[in-house]
C-alpha cells in the first residue's frame, strides 16, 4: 500500500521546486519554513540543481528579487512564513501588478502578537487580496504536486500571474509522511522550460516597467485586468489539474470532497487539519450520521460555483476558519455564504473558529459541533462564530495568567 | 492504528528516534506519520515526537493525545510539568522509561497505571558507544520492536537516519551493533497491541470565552523576574565538576557561560549554580587548562 519516500511538507516544497527546475531561487530564513532553503541551498552547492540560490538581507529584497528575476525570464522559487511575509507585504502586491508567473510557498504560522510558532492562516490569508493565486495543501505529496501545478497555471498565457502555495507549519512542515516523486523526465513534459513571449527586462531591448498611472482610468484597466486573469483560472486550474491527472494519477479539483455525495451534514475546512475534519466524518459516518467534508484548496480566484454547487441542498454547513478576523470572525465564512446566497435551496451556515495558533482540534469540539449541525438543522438558531476551546484548555491558560502575575477570578 | 508518543530534552535524539521507528515501519510497507514538536527549541529543554503506523492512509495530525506506547528518555521528564509524558495514557498505554530506578519507585513518582517498562539505556549507550548521542538508536529501535516490527525493519529504518548524518562508518557499525543489543533487550517484552475499539477519552465540555479587561486580556507579564524560579538544572545529561588545583581562575568559563549559572566565590574561583546549570559543557570545552570534566548526572 505505501510507496514512495518519507517526506516533510518542507522537503516536499523543495523537491517541488527541484523538479521544477527553478533557475533562480532568492531566500530568506524563518521557523517553520527554514528546512526548506536548507535543503535548495545543499542542492545548489553540491551542484544537484543548476538554480542560483542567494541569500537574501529581508523578504521584502527576497520578494523584490523574486518579481525582477522572474520579470527577466526566469524561473522564480522562493518561500517564506507569518511575519515575513507581512514584511515583504507591499511587493506582494507590486510584483502581482508586475503579473510575473513566479510560485511563492508560505509554510502558515500564526501571526504575533503574542508571538508563536505553530500554524493558523491569518499570515496567507492577509495576502487574499495581492493578486497571488492561492492553492493551500492538505498533504505532503499535495505540495509536490501543487508547484507543479502551480508553475504551469502561473506561466499559462491566460493566467501570468504569481502563485502562493501555502502549507501548514509543524502538522505538515515538519511531517513526514509517505510522497511519490515523479521523475524528473515526465515533470519535464508536463512543465517545458519557461520561454516567456512577453518577458520585460533584457539588456538589449529595454523597456519601463510598473510606470506610475495617474487618473484612474489606466489603473482600473490594470487592475481589473488582474481580476480578469484571476478568474481565467477557475478553468486553466482544470485543464492542467486533467493533463496532471493523465500524467501522474493525482487529480485536484479547485475544491477537495470526501464523503460529500449523499452527505446532509457538511464540514468546510481548509489544509492539513481537513484531515482531521476527514477523520471526524468517518468516525460519525461510522455511527450512522451522513457527514462529508469540503476542503477549500483554490482559494484564489474563490471556486464560488463550485462551492456553492456542493453545498447546496444540505441540512447543515459548518465553516471551521482556522483564522480569525477581529472584529468580523472567520475570513472565509462570509466568502462562502455569499457563494451560497443567490441558491433557493441554502443551507444553515454555521461560523465555527478553530486551531488558532496550531491548537488542536478534538474529537469532543468536533462532536460539538455535529451537534451544533444537528440543532441548526432542526431550525435552532446558532450563535456565530464559536470558538472551539475545552475546559483543561482554559483552565490551562487560567494557571499560566496566574503565574503572569494576574489575578484570575473563577 | 498505534500511536507512539516519544518524549525527551532538546539533543537527546528523540525526533531521530521516532523516525528510525517511523522509517522502519515504512520499510515493513505500513502507512507512516511522524514529525516532532520542539516546545522552547532550546538543547535540554522538553520535546515530544510522535510516530503513526496504519495500514490504511492517515487521517490524524499533530500530537498524539491517547498514545498507545510512550518512550521517556529520561525519568526527570515524568516529573516536569512541561513535559507531562504520561499525559492521556490509559490502561491501553505501555510507558517505556529510561532509567536506573525500578519500576516500583518510578510507579510512586508517577502513580502511573499504565503498564511500565523500565530499562537502563542509558548505560548500554554509554558501553557500546562512549556518548549519548547514540541513545536516539537505543529507543527508536526498541520501539520498533515493541510495535512488532523485525530486527531486519529495525536496522533498516536506522540504516536510513544514519545515512542523513555526517557519522563515520566505524561509528555507524557501532550504532548497528548498539540496535543489535538494543532489540534483544526487550526479547521477554510483549508488543503493544492495536487497540481493540477506537473509543476515545470522554468528550471534554467545551468552555465559552468571555470579556476580560485588558489587565487580563493584554498578553503582558507583571510577575517579572521570575525565571529563575524555573530550575533548569534537571535537564543537564552531564554535569560540569571544577578541580580547583588545576584552575588557573582566567575566569573564560565565568564570560562564556551562556546561562550565567558560574560566579566567583570570594577567592575568584568559579562556583557552578547547579540549580540552573543545563549542562551545556561550554565551560568544560573552554577552559584552557581542562580544569573542568563533565561527570554523569546520577539522579
Redo the contacts between chains.
Keep these: 500500500?505505501?510507496q514512495g519516500k518519507?517526506l516533510?511538507g518542507n522537503a516536499a516544497a523543495a523537491w517541488g521546486a527541484r523538479l521544477a527546475d527553478v533557475d533562480y531561487i532568492p531566500a530568506f530564513p524563518i521557523?517553520p519554513q527554514t528546512e526548506i532553503i536548507e535543503l535548495l541551498a545543499q542542492w545548489a552547492a553540491e551542484g544537484e540543481i543548476p538554480a542560483r540560490f542567494v541569500t537574501m538581507d529581508s523578504e521584502h529584497s527576497m520578494l523584490t528579487a523574486a518579481g525582477a528575476a522572474a520579470a527577466a525570464g526566469a524561473r522564480v522559487f522562493t518561500a517564506t512564513s507569518s511575519q515575513g511575509l507581512l514584511y515583504g507585504f507591499e511587493m506582494l502586491y507590486t510584483i502581482a501588478g508586475w503579473r510575473v508567473p513566479l510560485v511563492l510557498v508560505n509554510v502558515s504560522r500564526a501571526l504575533a502578537?503574542?508571538i508563536t510558532?505553530e500554524a493558523d492562516h491569518n499570515d496567507i490569508l492577509a495576502a487574499r487580496d495581492s493578486g497571488f493565486v492561492q492553492i493551500h495543501s492538505e498533504t505532503c505529496q499535495e505540495v509536490v504536486d501543487s508547484i507543479l501545478m502551480a508553475y504551469r497555471l502561473a506561466e499559462d498565457q491566460r493566467v501570468m500571474l504569481p502563485v502562493l502555495v501555502n502549507l501548514d507549519g509543524?502538522?505538515?512542515s515538519?511531517?513526514?509522511?509517505?510522497v511519490t516523486l515523479p521523475a524528473a523526465t515526465e515533470v519535464a513534459e508536463f512543465l517545458p522550460p519557461y520561454r516567456p513571449n512577453h518577458a520585460f527586462i533584457r539588456g538589449d531591448k529595454p523597456m519601463a516597467q510598473g510606470a506610475a498611472v495617474l487618473g484612474g482610468a489606466v489603473y482600473s484597466y490594470f487592475r481589473y485586468q488582474q481580476h480578469l486573469a484571476q478568474e481565467n483560472v477557475l478553468t486553466v486550474h482544470e485543464d492542467i489539474a486533467e493533463e496532471f491527472a493523465s500524467r501522474f494519477g493525482r487529480r485536484y479539483g479547485l475544491i477537495d470532497t470526501f464523503q460529500l455525495d449523499d452527505a446532509d451534514y457538511v464540514l468546510v475546512m481548509s489544509n492539513?487539519?481537513a484531515?482531521?475534519g476527514?477523520?471526524a466524518v468517518?468516525?460519525w459516518r461510522a455511527q450512522g450520521v451522513k457527514a462529508g467534508l469540503l476542503r477549500l484548496r483554490v482559494l484564489r480566484p474563490f471556486p464560488a460555483a463550485a462551492i456553492a454547487a456542493a453545498l447546496k441542498g444540505r441540512k447543515a454547513v459548518a465553516v471551521i476558519d482556522q483564522n480569525l478576523a477581529p472584529g468580523s470572525g472567520g475570513i472565509t465564512y462570509p466568502e462562502i455564504v455569499t457563494a451560497l446566497y443567490q441558491e433557493k435551496n441554502r443551507p444553515p451556515v454555521l461560523s465555527v473558529i478553530g486551531g488558532l495558533g496550531?491548537k488542536?482540534i478534538?474529537?469532543?469540539?468536533f462532536?460539538?459541533v455535529l451537534h451544533d449541525l444537528e440543532r441548526a438543522a432542526a431550525g435552532e438558531r446558532i450563535v456565530s462564530p464559536r470558538?472551539?476551546?475545552?475546559?483543561?484548555?482554559?483552565e490551562r491558560t487560567r494557571a499560566l495568567?496566574k503565574?503572569?502575575?494576574?489575578?484570575?477570578t473563577a | 492504528m498505534l500511536r507512539i508518543r516519544f518524549h525527551g530534552r532538546g539533543g537527546q535524539g528523540m525526533k531521530t528516534a521516532s523516525?528510525i521507528l517511523?522509517?522502519a515501519a515504512?520499510h515493513a510497507?505500513?502507512?507512516?506519520?511522524?514529525?516532532?514538536?520542539?516546545g522552547a527549541?532550546r538543547r535540554g529543554a522538553p520535546m515530544a515526537a510522535f510516530t503513526r503506523i496504519a495500514?490504511?492512509p492517515?487521517?490524524?495530525?499533530?500530537?498524539i493525545?491517547q498514545p498507545d506506547l510512550v518512550v521517556v528518555a529520561d525519568d526527570s521528564l515524568l516529573s516536569d510539568p512541561a513535559a507531562q509524558p504520561l499525559a492521556g495514557c490509559d490502561r491501553a498505554s505501555t510507558v517505556l522509561v529510561n532509567s536506573t530506578k525500578d519500576e516500583t519507585t518510578l510507579r510512586s513518582i508517577t502513580s502511573a497505571t499504565t503498564r511500565l517498562l523500565v530499562a537502563d539505556f542509558t548505560t548500554l549507550v554509554l558501553q557500546s558507544t562512549q556518548t549519548l548521542a547514540s541513545l536516539s538508536t537505543a529507543l527508536g529501535v526498541i520501539a520498533t520492536r515493541l510495535v512488532g516490527l523485525t530486527l531486519a525493519d529495525a536496522l533498516a529504518g536506522l540504516d536510513e537516519e544514519l545515512a542523513a548524518t555526517h557519522l563515520a562508518e566505524p561509528q555507524k557499525a557501532v550504532n548497528l551493533q548498539l540496535a543489535q543489543a538494543a532489540y534483544a533487550l526487550a526479547d521477554s517484552w510483549t508488543p503493544v497491541q492495536e487497540r481493540a475499539d477506537?473509543t476515545?477519552t470522554p468528550?471534554?465540555?467545551?468552555?465559552e470565552?468571555t470579556f476580560d479587561p485588558p489587565?487580563?486580556a493584554v498578553?503582558?507579564?507583571?510577575?517579572?523576574g521570575?525565571s529563575p524560579e524555573r530550575k533548569t538544572g534537571n535537564w543537564r545529561q552531564f554535569r560540569p565538576v571544577l578541580h580547583p588545583d588545576l584552575c588557573t581562575r582566567c575566569w573564560i568559563c565565568f564570560v562564556r557561560c551562556p546561562e550565567a549559572a558560574i560566579s566567583l566565590d570570594a577567592n575568584e574561583y568559579p562556583i557552578v549554580d547547579y540549580d540552573e546549570c543545563k549542562g551545556c559543557l561550554l565551560c568544560v570545552h573552554e577552559c584552557p587548562t581542562h580544569a573542568f570534566t563533565a561527570e554523569k548526572e546520577e539522579r
Design positions: 500500500m505505501s518519507l516533510t521557523t502578537s503574542p510558532l509543524f502538522t505538515l515538519f511531517t513526514r509522511e509517505p492539513a487539519f484531515s482531521k476527514k477523520a468517518q468516525r496550531g488542536d478534538s474529537a469532543a469540539e462532536d460539538a470558538l472551539l476551546y475545552t475546559r483543561s484548555e482554559q495568567l503565574i503572569a502575575g494576574k489575578e484570575v | 523516525r517511523g522509517s515504512f510497507g505500513l502507512v507512516v506519520q511522524d514529525s516532532p514538536v520542539y527549541e495500514r490504511e492517515i487521517h490524524e495530525r499533530g500530537a493525545t477506537e476515545f468528550a471534554q465540555p467545551l468552555a470565552v489587565r487580563l498578553p503582558s507579564i507583571y510577575a517579572v521570575n
